[in-house]
């Protein structure tokens, strides 16, 4: 008799569990970082109640005015991604996007592209701007060629961003920052070793005239050569110097050409909506509206090196 009540009371359990990890379907309302609409997707429930979502999901916001696909594995994106929105309201204006990629367990890799044409009006000011970008990602961490460019009516301004970054992520070899701002058109010219800024020129591009230049004269393949990552520092002559990573933090009405730099990177890291809460729109990157199953990695990737 003991032996029939433990057997069960382990059909019992294993029924339950069975049941417990049976693939359901969930279609109705679904709430995104910034819409409400309607989701389609397959998910498990675990045995804290918690959704892991697994297979196809799909997205539409009320009024059709964003559409996103993609799939789930084990309750982390995985596989092809796309987000499109049309006539998606904005401060003052509408959007139309198109964001595209790949994940791997919740890691955005690959290549990644993005295209948006933003119309708003500002106190009688109206404003056309496009933007296009496409990077690279090695298990969410961007590596390789990087592409931003920005065009506004505005102003007839415009903004081209290419560079590349290293396997870790940090800015490396020559990145080319141009800028047409009222009329006159601008040309910054960095160049990076793992990160570490060592030539910085700043020019008028119509006449050729220097800005401002600035070359760091240490010798950092020396410096790399004799590195010792685990106690992060390394030697120059005899001197020891170690990294430390650089905390941006731009102003929104400034010039500065590296807030532009740092507002390309942030709309593939973070996705700003607005500049530090000024009401000026960034671009939005839509492939953080779901957020369910993204894991993200966010740093600014450049340091310096400092004596010890």
Request: proline content about 2%; aromatic content about 16%; charged content about 20%.
């Amino acid at each position: 008799m003991r032996n029939s009540n433990l057997i069960l009371i382990i059909l019992i359990f294993f029924g339950l569990k069975s049941q417990g990890q049976t693939t359901q379907t969930y279609q109705g309302v679904f709430e995104t970082r910034q819409t409400k609409g309607k989701a389609t997707y397959q998910y498990i429930e675990n045995s804290n109640y918690e959704r892991v979502y697994v297979d196809n999901f799909k997205y539409v916001a009320d009024k059709n005015t964003m559409l996103i696909t993609g799939t789930y594995q084990e309750g982390v994106k995985d596989g092809t991604w796309k987000y499109s929105v049309t006539n998606f309201p904005v401060t003052a204006g509408i959007q139309n996007a198109t964001a595209s990629g790949n994940y791997e367990l919740g890691k955005m890799d690959g290549i990644w592209t993005y295209s948006c044409n933003n119309i708003q009006k500002f106190m009688n000011v109206a404003n056309n701007q496009k933007v296009n970008s496409k990077v690279s990602f090695f298990n969410g961490v961007l590596t390789g060629q990087f592409e931003y460019s920005e065009t506004n009516t505005y102003g007839n301004s415009s903004l081209a961003i290419k560079g590349k970054f290293d396997e870790n992520g940090l800015f490396d070899s020559t990145w080319i920052v141009k800028k047409r701002e009222k009329g006159l058109n601008y040309e910054n010219i960095r160049k990076y070793i793992s990160g570490i800024l060592y030539f910085n020129l700043y020019r008028n591009s119509g006449t050729g005239e220097i800005l401002a230049k600035e070359e760091n004269t240490l010798n950092l393949n020396e410096f790399f050569g004799k590195y010792n990552e685990e106690e992060n520092v390394g030697t120059i002559q005899g001197e020891t110097y170690y990294l430390e990573p650089i905390k941006y933090y731009p102003s929104v009405y400034s010039n500065d050409l590296n807030r532009e730099l740092y507002k390309s990177i942030c709309f593939w890291k973070n996705n700003h909506l607005e500049f530090f809460g000024t009401g000026i729109i960034d671009p939005i990157n839509y492939q953080f509206e779901v957020q369910q199953g993204t894991i993200n990695t966010v740093f600014y990737p450049e340091r310096k090196i400092i004596i010890k």
